[in-house]
């Protein structure tokens, strides 16, 4: 069974950074994503990454302030991290990483990955 956890979150006033960090292990699997959600809000896809990590995804409200990147050198453990930069407050959300075993596509559809981590809060304040 594909275990997934996170760390890296916190506090931090608008502008400033963060960085999470994301292990998958316990199976082989193959795209990782980043996605947060926001009290009373959805889920929302914040970034993703194949897994050759030939191949990164965002949508516009972070694109060119979030960076996703992949570590492969350990196959039992496939790591990835989400650097955040100039975080605005609306960024403030629970942080999820996911990944999926099904395939080697990167959807932004929270319903293809069947892996998730617990989450890790991100608060940014202004």
């Known amino acids: 069974q594909v275990q997934v956890v996170e760390s890296g979150g916190g506090s931090v006033q608008a502008g400033g950074s963060l960085r999470l960090s994301c292990a998958a292990s316990?199976?082989?699997?193959?795209?990782m994503a980043w996605f947060r959600q926001a009290p009373g809000k959805e889920r929302e896809f914040v970034s993703g990454?194949?897994?050759?990590?030939?191949?990164?995804?965002?949508?516009d409200s972070v694109k060119g302030r979030f960076t996703i990147s992949r570590d492969n050198r350990d196959n039992a453990k496939n790591t990835v991290y989400l650097q955040m930069s100039n975080l605005k407050p609306e960024d403030t959300a629970t942080y999820y990483c996911?990944?999926?075993?099904?395939?080697?596509?990167?959807?932004?559809?929270?319903?293809?990955?069947?892996?998730w981590g617990p989450g890790t809060q991100v608060t940014v304040s202004s």
């Open positions: 996911a990944t999926t075993d099904r395939g080697w596509a990167v959807p932004q559809d929270k319903e293809y990955y069947n892996y």
């Open positions: 316990g199976g082989t699997v193959y795209a």
């Open positions: 990454i194949t897994k050759r990590a030939t191949n990164t995804y965002y949508p």
